[in-house]
């Protein structure tokens, strides 16, 4: 599985970003995808994570209540929705993908992952 993230870019705070992950080959369906992020100077963190069926969904307290994440297997794309950006939002974020996802394993266990999409927000 190969992951390619997009969407990134400069906004306001208060604004709105959509994030998609891309995804390549026929077994990422069976896949969960999580969405991380790493700020400068700081560890990478855990955003939000979706289960293969998209029926489960986890999210990190700073990303619950504005950030949304979906997923189109028709389309193998994994989205990220995120709305009333902060200045704090601002990182670099990446998708992954990884099969613990689906039994609940969402915070470790990521086989595959993007290369990165810059989000920053301006105060």
């Known amino acids: 599985v190969q992951l390619q993230a997009s969407g990134g870019g400069l906004v306001q705070a208060g604004g709105s970003l959509r994030l998609s992950c891309v995804a390549s080959?026929?077994?990422?369906?069976?896949?969960?995808t999580g969405w991380f992020r790493q700020a400068p100077g700081k560890e990478r963190e855990f955003v939000a994570a979706?289960?293969?069926?998209?029926?489960?969904?986890y999210y990190a307290a700073s990303a619950k209540g504005r950030f949304t994440i979906s997923r189109d297997n028709a389309k193998n794309t994994v989205y990220l929705q995120m709305s009333s950006l902060k200045p704090e939002d601002t990182a670099v974020y990446y998708c992954a993908s990884s099969r613990s996802v689906n039994s609940g394993n969402y915070l470790e266990g990521y086989d595959y992952w993007g290369q990165g999409t810059q989000v920053t927000v301006s105060s």
């Open positions: 979706i289960s293969w069926s998209g029926m489960s969904r």
């Open positions: 080959g026929r077994t990422f369906s069976s896949y969960g």
